[in-house]
């Protein structure tokens, strides 16, 4: 099956700063890569995804990139504010049955202090 | 919509209990997933169904763990009997069928606490 690889599991970042997490993946098939953000305490959520047909996805402050020759791929958070502060999991998906199932990374804590 | 609805949001239970956590998903979405998260192993994806039917129950970690869907509106998992190590948040989760990609909404969570 796939794997997910996430690094670095924490990030401490100065407000202001950039942060960029990485991932890599095992499966070639695998063409949709999802990035969701918990806060503490709360539900996992959506923030950005990037399918397999593009390289690179820009939503304000956040950006997707991904290799799929080297079967990677990244989240990049540039002028970074303390309420970015959360756990970011990256996936793999691939197509199953209809839909898509994502493997999840071990998560990046991020932490921006003001 | 109210998004997925788990319940109960918190529970402390005695070792060898059985404990059952309860899932609405959302109106509509064809596929429901049970997650367990531990800072020790991340985000785990226990089993999902599509449309009632249990697709892969892979990550189930033993016969303890048991999961239902009887309807669409309705999942439950049940940890018998339940053991510290199960200590964790469930999350249940839905999504919808079709597109290019979906997206996955996740409940508040079920916070368990075996001791």
């Known amino acids: 099956g796939e794997n997910v690889e996430q690094h670095p599991s924490t990030l401490s970042v100065q407000e202001g700063d950039s942060a960029v997490i990485k991932c890599t993946y095992s499966d070639s098939a695998s063409n949709y890569f999802p990035w969701y953000k918990q806060e503490l305490g709360k539900r996992p959520q959506l923030i950005i995804d990037?399918?397999?047909?593009?390289g690179e996805k820009k939503d304000q402050r956040i950006a997707v990139t991904l290799n799929k020759t080297a079967k990677h791929f990244s989240l990049h958070i540039t002028e970074t504010q303390p309420e970015d502060s959360a756990v970011y999991f990256c996936?793999?998906?691939?197509?199953?049955?209809?839909?898509?199932?994502?493997?999840f990374g071990r998560g990046t804590s991020l932490i921006v202090h003001p | 919509d109210a998004g997925v609805i788990q319940s109960p949001r918190h529970e402390v239970t005695e070792m060898g209990q059985e404990v059952t956590l309860r899932c609405k998903p959302i109106s509509g979405h064809d596929y429901l997933f049970w997650y367990r998260q531990t800072m020790m192993r991340g985000l785990e994806l226990l089993i999902y169904?599509?449309?009632?039917?249990?697709?892969?129950d892979s990550g189930m970690p033993e016969d303890r763990f048991s999961a239902k869907m009887p309807n669409a509106s309705f999942s439950t998992l049940k940890i018998q009997p339940s053991e510290p190590r199960d200590s964790a948040v469930y999350f249940c989760a839905s999504a919808g069928a079709g597109a290019y990609g979906n997206t996955i909404y996740f409940g508040e969570g079920s916070w368990l606490t075996v001791v």
């Open positions: 169904f599509n449309n009632n039917v249990p697709i892969d």
């Open positions: 990037i399918r397999s047909n593009v």
């Open positions: 996936a793999a998906s691939m197509e199953s049955g209809g839909s898509y199932i994502p493997t």
